[in-house]
């Protein structure tokens, strides 16, 4: 069953709040964090971040522009950016934001808020990072090391405005990208093409896996030959088989932008059309502010989620400013 809601999307950086007795702390290794969707299962948090204060600043740093959000794993923090030439990823140490390492590639520029889109995704010793013209990269996580590249071709572009922008999902072995009619999957081992490769056009989303009724699946959004509509297609991420698809749902810019949620069997779609740190309760009776404070003093507009990790909220700006707020 596929329900549906159409939404105008105002970025706001929210947060839930899990009660429990014992403080718990996860990293945050992807886009989206640990399950792809959102959900923090870190508690006793927000304890430390008084009423009406701001919580303690643990570091600062200049990446560059894009809107690339930040992965968290075994102690170090992941994200990309842009200085006008060239696509960097960045290696902090998660707690001083002491830089480790950073890898660059030239890279040129694009039309609407140009920089690296996606954010990079952690796995298995190695980084996995998308750039704004789809150059793929693999980098060893501990020291920067190259493993592996790929540049995919201009005829898996979404969108000329907005450029690549699918953080890669790592299903097994493989590598899963919102690119063609039906998702494309590269081999993790050395970057080679496992299934999908179509050339086809796909919506600015990225792949969003998903369990029902016993099956893995992944859910890709492809778009039609003149960018008016998208179709929902559900795949499985080991053979790239189309398990189903809903076609037509009408898209005014051709991009989407704002990834699907799958829960309890359904599909709730929203196309997207900032910069306060907004902490509410999730409670389903109503909307109940904790806390908030203002993170960037100039340039502070971001298009980016902010990540919880081991005590650290971390948000950063288009522009480039990485702020990460120490909450215990």
Not at 101 to 108: G, I, L, R
Not at 239 to 254: H, P, V, Y
Request: a neutral charge.
């Amino acid at each position: 069953m596929l329900c549906f809601s159409k939404t105008f999307i105002i970025l706001a950086l929210i947060l839930p709040l899990l009660p429990s007795a014992e403080l718990r702390a996860e990293d945050w290794p992807q886009w989206r964090g640990p399950g792809r969707d959102g959900m923090s299962r870190e508690t006793e948090w927000i304890k430390d971040w008084p009423v009406g204060g701001t919580p303690r600043v643990a570091w600062r740093s200049a990446v560059g522009k894009g809107h690339s959000a930040l992965s968290i794993a075994e102690g170090r923090a992941y994200t990309m950016g842009w200085d006008g030439e060239q696509d960097t990823t960045f290696c902090f140490d998660a707690a001083t934001g002491k830089l480790v390492w950073k890898q660059s590639y030239p890279c040129k520029t694009i039309l609407q808020w140009p920089g690296p889109r996606a954010t990079p995704t952690v796995y298995g010793g190695a980084v996995y990072t998308l750039g704004q013209h789809g150059q793929l990269r693999a980098w060893d996580a501990r020291t920067g090391k190259p493993l592996w590249q790929r540049d995919l071709p201009d005829d898996y572009n979404p969108d000329v405005d907005y450029g690549f922008a699918w953080s890669p999902l790592i299903e097994g072995d493989l590598l899963i990208l919102n690119a063609g009619s039906r998702g494309l999957a590269i081999r993790t081992r050395d970057g080679s093409i496992a299934w999908g490769d179509d050339g086809k056009k796909a919506a600015c989303v990225s792949a969003v896996p998903f369990e029902h009724n016993g099956r893995r699946g992944v859910l890709v959004v492809s778009i039609n030959a003149d960018r008016s509509a998208a179709s929902l297609v559900g795949v499985d991420p080991r053979s790239g088989r189309e398990l189903w698809r809903f076609d037509g749902w009408k898209e005014q810019w051709g991009a989407m932008g704002v990834d699907p949620v799958v829960h309890d069997g359904k599909v709730f779609i929203q196309t997207g059309a900032s910069g306060d740190l907004i902490i509410a309760d999730a409670d389903p009776t109503g909307y109940r502010e904790l806390r908030r404070t203002r993170v960037f003093d100039t340039d502070g507009h971001t298009f980016t989620a902010p990540v919880l990790a081991n005590g650290r909220i971390c948000c950063r700006s288009y522009a480039g400013e990485v702020v990460c707020f120490e909450l215990r």
